[in-house]
T-cell receptor, first 114, second 112 residues
Framework: ETGVTQSPTHLIKTRGQQVTLRCSSQSGHNTVSWYQQALGQGPQFIFQYYREEENGRGNFPPRFSGLQFPNYSSELNVNALELDDSALYLC?????????????FGEGSWLTVV | GEDVEQSLFLSVREGDSSVINCTYTDSSSTYLYWYKQEPGAGLQLLTYIFSNMDMKQDQRLTVLLNKKDKHLSLRIADTQTGDSAIYFCAETSNNAGNMLTFGGGTRLMVKP
């Protein structure tokens, strides 16, 4: 049990639609990162939020956006969904500052775009 | 960009030791991690090692780091069928805070 919770666990969307995924970080953790894991691949970094500010972004287009709230929970929004957006979306929680703190993941949200 | 490489597949017999290998290119790596992923699940943190260490042991798990060769390994002693999963190596660097760069994963199959 990591204390990181994600919702929803599974969802199906149509191409062109928009989706919002949610993550609650572990107590005491102020940094949330989002990753996309396509089938059969390792997770790819999307972006990270630290104290409500975006603090690093991977190679993803602007239609991937996010928010972090004062309680450090976070949302990932994806607009204009494409078929290739079908993947497992993982949220990771950690304590900010120097790297190397324990980084815990939630169980993920499975997104299928049809 | 920086790269992390793993072999795709490893098969061992129950009770044997498993050794999963990983290589990385980032010379500014600070921490290296091992995660386990079971089918349909998220990532479970197994262990991590700071780059100025060369070994870390935690119960059945032993991590070895050769920083000169940029090679990391995870040894699982007395491998059990419950250890069957995909294992991911990942690293963070000085330049990227808590951003993880992952390998493609190694599928471990444990035969009874």
């Amino acid at each position: 049990e990591t204390g990181v919770t994600q919702s929803p666990t599974h969802l199906i969307k149509t191409r062109g639609q928009q989706v919002t995924l949610r993550c609650s970080s572990q107590s005491g953790h102020n940094t949330v990162s989002w990753y996309q894991q396509a089938l059969g691949q390792g997770p790819q970094f999307i972006f990270q939020y630290y104290r409500e500010e975006e603090n690093g972004r991977g190679n993803f287009p602007p239609r991937f956006s996010g928010l972090q709230f004062p309680n450090y929970s976070s949302e990932l929004n994806v607009n204009a969904l494409e078929l290739d957006d079908s993947a497992l979306y993982l949220c990771a929680s950690s304590r900010g500052g120097a790297s190397g703190n324990t980084i815990y993941f939630g169980e993920g949200s499975w997104l299928t775009v049809v | 960009g920086e790269d992390v490489e793993q072999s795709l597949f490893l098969s061992v017999r129950e009770g044997d030791s498993s050794v999963i290998n990983c290589t990385y290119t980032d010379s500014s790596s600070t921490y290296l991690y091992w995660y386990k992923q079971e089918p349909g699940a998220g990532l479970q943190l197994l262990t991590y090692i700071f780059s100025n260490m060369d070994m870390k042991q935690d119960q059945r798990l032993t991590v070895l780091l050769n920083k000169k060769d940029k090679h990391l390994s995870l040894r699982i002693a007395d491998t059990q069928t419950g250890d069957s999963a995909i294992y991911f190596c990942a690293e963070t660097s000085n330049n990227a805070g808590n951003m993880l760069t992952f390998g493609g994963g190694t599928r471990l199959m444990v035969k009874p």
